[in-house]
């Protein structure tokens, strides 16, 4: 089974600071996605990459980075934590187009005071 | 911007109940997929349906994918304690396009009593 591997399950930043989250999968996906969850809202997407380098905006860029610097590997990045980031953080990935389903991460709840 | 609501968004019922999930848009889908995402874990998927007017049947969960790929239901039979979990449905946004880049739902949280 592909798995998909977030460093962290629960963080706790303070405001202001810069947060890395980690995603590695373990099955050579070309695609990667990050979306946040917040209670009403279901699950939103941040960024996502289509390859090593490649990156595109999802509906919610704003306050956000990521990087792929290699294929197994996609890094969410908070510049300055805000409150309103408090979320919770998931990780999928998925091979290519077609009618395979992602596979996500099991998250990060971020909490930011 | 592509809108999928689910109704409801909160279902609490008693085992053996049946029980019918909703996920509606104004936009056409090339595909539909069903997730189960219990606490603390991320959404696994169920079924994906493509064809419009297509049934699915996974045990006692019925999937079926409308005939103008814009909405889709889920139908629960004799539900379980083990069906407890948020069901979200996601719409693939990018017809024939180079990626999957799914639209998800809001989600319907489903409680089943013994």
């Known amino acids: 089974d592909v798995k998909v591997t977030q460093s962290s399950r629960y963080l706790v930043k303070r405001t202001g600071e810069k947060v890395f989250l980690e995603c590695v999968q373990d099955m050579d996906h070309e695609n990667m996605f990050w979306y946040r969850q917040d209670p009403g809202l279901g699950l939103r997407l941040i960024y996502f990459s289509y390859d090593v380098k490649m990156k595109e905006k999802g509906d919610i860029p704003e306050g956000y980075s990521v990087s792929r610097e290699k294929k197994e590997r996609f890094s969410l990045i908070l510049e300055s934590a805000s409150t309103n980031q408090t979320s919770m953080y998931l990780c999928?990935?998925?091979?290519?187009?077609?009618?395979?389903?992602?596979?996500f991460g099991s998250g990060t709840r971020l909490t930011v005071v | 911007t592509q809108l999928l609501e689910q109704s409801p968004q909160f279902l609490s019922i008693q085992e053996g109940e049946n029980l019918t999930v909703y996920c509606n848009s104004s936009s056409v889908f090339s595909s539909l997929q069903w997730y189960r995402q219990e606490p603390g874990e991320g959404p696994v998927l169920l079924v994906t349906v493509v064809t419009g007017g297509e049934v699915k049947k996974l045990k006692r969960l019925t999937f079926q994918f409308g005939d103008a790929r814009k909405d889709s239901s889920l139908h629960i039979t004799a539900a379980q304690p083990g069906d407890t979990g948020l069901y979200l449905c996601?719409?693939?946004?990018?017809?024939?396009?180079?990626?999957?880049?799914?639209?998800f739902g809001t989600g319907t949280l489903l409680a089943v009593q013994p």
């Open positions: 999928a990935s998925i091979t290519g187009p077609g009618t395979d389903g992602y596979t």
């Open positions: 996601a719409g693939d946004a990018k017809y024939g396009g180079a990626t999957n880049k799914l639209i």
